[in-house]
């Protein structure tokens, strides 16, 4: 899938609510690179990075809810990116 509205196949960061993926897409958007943000939300408090993409960065971000393990939702989505950047992952020690 190719989100509505991008001319170019975006950069897909699977965890890119996290720390390291808000920073990595609010880089790569900034230098007008289009990103697809797939994330479960997992971590509490991610959205609040979302919101600050989505003000900053407008419709060059795409945001998927989904988990990385459901294959069936995230194969068709990353098909067409032109990058994948994988950090999604339960980073507390002590959870
Ligand atoms: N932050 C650091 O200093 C650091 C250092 C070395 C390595 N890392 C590694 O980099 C990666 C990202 O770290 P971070 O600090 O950005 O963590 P983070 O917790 O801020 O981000 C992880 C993101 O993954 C999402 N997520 C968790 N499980 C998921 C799932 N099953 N499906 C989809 N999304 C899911 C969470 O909702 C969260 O948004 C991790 O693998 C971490 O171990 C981080």
């Known amino acids: 899938m190719r989100p509505d509205g991008f001319r170019e196949a975006p ?25 697809l943000v797939i994330d479960n939300l997992s971590r509490p408090g991610v959205d609040q990075n979302l919101a600050w993409l989505a003000q900053k960065h407008g419709n060059q971000l795409a945001v998927e809810t989904a988990d990385v393990r459901d294959e069936d939702v995230l194969a068709p989505l ?16 002590t959870t």
């Open 11 to 35: 950069v897909a960061i699977v965890g890119g609510s996290g720390f390291i993926g808000s920073n990595l897409a609010d880089s790569l958007l900034s230098d007008g690179v289009p990103v």
């Open 78 to 93: 990353l098909a067409h990116a032109r990058a994948i950047f994988h950090l999604a992952a339960q980073t507390a020690v």
